[in-house]
């Protein structure tokens, strides 16, 4: 009888090397011609002005931060309600219920308290305001 991890060591060295071979042949076989224009910034065809660095609202990483918080959370939650019939069956409802439940009422903490700090509050610039009727 064969190891079950050969298989996955096989599949872990396939991975590796066909990626690793495709682009050692691309640079070998590529065309190079080197010339200013590459090495240039490119802003959609239009000529960069300014500063390359600048602020971002913080708000951005706030709501990026709880949009992966909640989207993990639904990947936790899907396999767990696949196997909820049979959890219930094997062990009961309390103890199929209750962790999720308590799972779920942490996160509702987590958006209760974000949400009393502003985390989730927009805060529009005053050329948005003028735009949209002082809103």
């Known amino acids: 009888m064969s190891n079950p991890w050969i ?14 071979s495709m682009i050692a042949v691309s640079s070998l076989i590529r065309p190079s011609v080197p010339e200013q224009g590459k090495t240039a910034v490119y802003e959609s065809g239009e000529i960069p002005t300014g500063d390359t660095r600048i ?13 992966v918080i909640f989207d993990i959370e639904t990947v936790l939650i899907f396999p767990w ?10 062990f009961g ?9 308590i799972f779920i ?27 949209t009727g002082g809103a």
């Not at 309600?81 to 094997?90: P, R």
């Not at 409802?93 to 439940?101: E, I, Q, V």
């Open 7 to 20: 298989a996955i060591g096989a599949l872990a060295v396939v991975a590796i090397v066909i990626p690793v």
């Open 55 to 67: 602020r971002f609202n913080i708000q951005y990483y706030m709501i990026a931060l709880l949009f």
């Open 81 to 90: 309600t696949v196997i909820y019939s049979d959890a219930v069956s094997q």
């Open 93 to 101: 409802m309390g103890s199929a219920l209750l962790p999720m439940l």
């Open 105 to 131: 009422g942490v996160l509702g903490i987590g958006l209760v308290w974000a949400w009393r700090n502003g985390a989730v509050r927009w805060i529009g610039s005053d050329r948005a305001r003028e735009t």
